[in-house]
Structure formats: C-alpha cells, structure tokens
C-alpha cells in the first residue's frame, strides 16, 4: 500500500506538471517572456533554483540552509504545517533578507510521518482525513476539499508563518493540489492577489492554449481569463530535478536540462536533504534527496550555471523588478 501511494502521488504530481497550468512549456519563440519585460537581458536564461520543502524535517532545513548561505542556491520554500518548520523560521528570523517562500501545504503524503491543518482544530474539517491528518493524496484533497477551508488553510499558513518571523516572498504549490481544480486555482490566485506575494505561475500563451486542447485539454475559459487578470508576475517555464537511478545519471540529466532551456524565467525546483538515519525512515526518496543537495553544490554543475547566458535570479529580485516598473506596464499585467 505505501509503494501505491506514492507512486499515486508522484504519478498525479507529473501529471498536473504537463497538463495544467504549471507546465513545462516555454512561451512561444519570439513573444516577449517575462525576463524582457522586467528588464532582464535579452536572449539570456533567468533561473530561479528553488529548494523546495524546507522544514519538513531536520535534514531538508539544514541541506537547504547550507545551500542558500552558499550563495549560488537563493530561493526556497517552507511547508508551515510540517514538523521541522520552526527550526527553519528561526533561520529566516536571523537571515531576513533570504529569499524563503510558502510551499502551501494541503496534504501530509508519507506513510508514518505526517502533519495537520495549520487552522484552528476543527475549521477545516474538510481537509483531513479520520485521523485528523492532512489527506495523503492530491485527489482526495481534490474530491474531498471545500473551498472555503482552503482558503482558511492558506491564510492561517501565511499568518502562522508571519508570527515565526518568516516573511515570505512567494508561493507554490505543495504536490500541485492548487491547481487540481479551477475553484482551487481561483483561491490560489486570489489569495496570492489579497497578500501580495506572487504565486509560482506559468505564463499561458494563446499558442499553449491551443495545445492543451489539440491534446485533449482544455482549459475552461474562466481558469483563463483569471490567468489573463492576475496582476502578478509569472514565470515562463518550470522544471523539477528528476528522479534517477544514480547521482551520474542525475547530474547528467540535470547539464542536459540546463543546456535546452529557452530564454526567459525558468524555475528549477528540487528537494534537498542530508542523509541521516532518520530521513530514510520519513521517505523512501531520502536517496533522491541526498543527491539534490550534492548536485546543487557540485564543482560541474556550478560552473554550468556561471555561463553567459544564464543569470540567477529569485523572487525578491522579481518583485523589486516589476514593482519598479512603470504603472502603464505594471498594469498590463
């Protein structure tokens, strides 16, 4: 049952990462992609290295600290309802200019190590399941959620994270159950609108439009009209740091990617971790983990990143960029 589980998981999350609005797909060749219109070079690839689930535990916050005290790694994520996220908001409280973002978190997916609500016991009832966890699987926060529990859920998230000193500078999307239904995008949005903090957003081109529905996926027209009125900015491609079967494998698939990117701001996220005993009984991926953060800090890799045409970047720098821009512009978004 725990293997079903997880490759349910991984299985939903691949899915929504091709099909729904946080897709793979560049904007078309020659429009103009948001590293242009916040003022990036032309023709250059902006990247965002994103170190996704820190304080899920120990060993994710301390891989992810290292990393971004490196220098070379500056976004992150934290999962507010999980175990460890103290630990890493008492890290943003002594480094308050870190780029540290909210992986909003709906569901508690590892088979014995799990976390609830975030909201006052018994408001978002739900959220959970029998034992008063988070569901463990996207699809039945899916079928299960309303959206008035949700929305409760984020903000709680956000003001939880606030009261632990950590100010966070954007949002994603845990296992992408966000954008598993148009309601659920529309709180995501809405809630990232009523904050101000940018929600981690594909740009959608009426060229990927037609694609999704040449393929058998259309997105209904409110989804895109609520994309073409949020006023925040977005990114132009998202990639995840694949599963391999060795840390050869990975780092080759890892150059390669970099390699065939398209110009424009693509966020790179990944899960890093230090191995410990503990963190390969939380998560049958510990060895995954493991070799994220060694490949974040790899002599190769790092000097891939310092090519000429890549440019490092985080969501601090976004947000100064477009809110630096003039109003005529910022408004066209």
């Known amino acids: 049952m725990r293997a079903i589980h997880l490759t349910t998981i ?102 014995t190590y799990r976390w609830q609500p975030t909201a006052a016991g018994g408001t978002v009832p739900s959220l959970v399941d029998s034992e008063g966890f988070l569901w463990r699987l996207p699809v039945q926060t899916m079928v299960n959620s309303s959206t008035a529990d949700v929305e409760r859920e984020l903000h709680a998230q956000i003001t939880r994270a606030r009261i632990a000193g950590l100010r966070p500078t954007h949002l994603t999307t845990h296992l992408g159950t966000l954008v598993s239904r148009p309601d659920l995008i529309a709180v995501y949005l809405r809630v990232a609108r009523d904050e101000w903090i940018p929600a981690m957003i594909v740009e959608l081109t009426p060229e990927m439009v037609q694609r999704f529905e040449r393929e058998g996926f259309p997105l209904p027209e409110n989804i895109i009209q609520l994309l073409d009125d949020y006023p925040l900015p977005k990114v132009d491609d998202l990639h995840f740091v694949r599963d391999a079967d060795s840390y050869a494998a990975k780092k080759k698939d890892f150059l390669e990617m970099l390699s065939q990117l398209s110009p424009g701001i693509t966020q790179i996220a990944f899960h890093p971790a230090v191995e410990s005993d503990a963190l390969k009984q939380i998560t049958p991926r510990w060895q995954q983990r493991v070799w994220d953060a060694q490949l974040m800090a790899d002599a190769d890799v790092r000097q891939a990143l310092k090519a000429k045409d890549v440019v490092l970047t985080d969501w601090r720098e976004i947000m100064q960029r477009f809110e630096g821009r003039p109003a005529a512009d910022a408004e066209t978004k």
């Not at 992609?33 to 994103?50: C, F, M, N, Q, S």
């Not at 120990?58 to 500056?74: C, F, H, Q, S, W």
């Not at 008492?90 to 909003?104: N, S």
């Open 10 to 111: 991984w299985r939903f999350r691949a899915a929504l990462s091709a099909v729904v609005l946080l897709a793979c797909f560049a904007c078309q060749a020659g429009a103009e992609t948001w590293a242009e219109r916040l003022g990036y070079p032309t023709d250059v690839k902006v990247i965002v290295l994103h170190a996704n689930e820190m304080g899920m535990c120990y060993e994710t916050g301390a891989a992810g600290t290292k990393l971004l005290d490196g220098g070379m790694v500056k976004s992150a994520a934290a999962m507010v309802p999980a175990p460890w996220f103290n630990n890493f908001a008492h890290w943003c409280q002594a480094h308050p200019d870190a780029d540290v973002g909210l992986d909003l978190t709906l569901n508690s997916e590892l088979p």
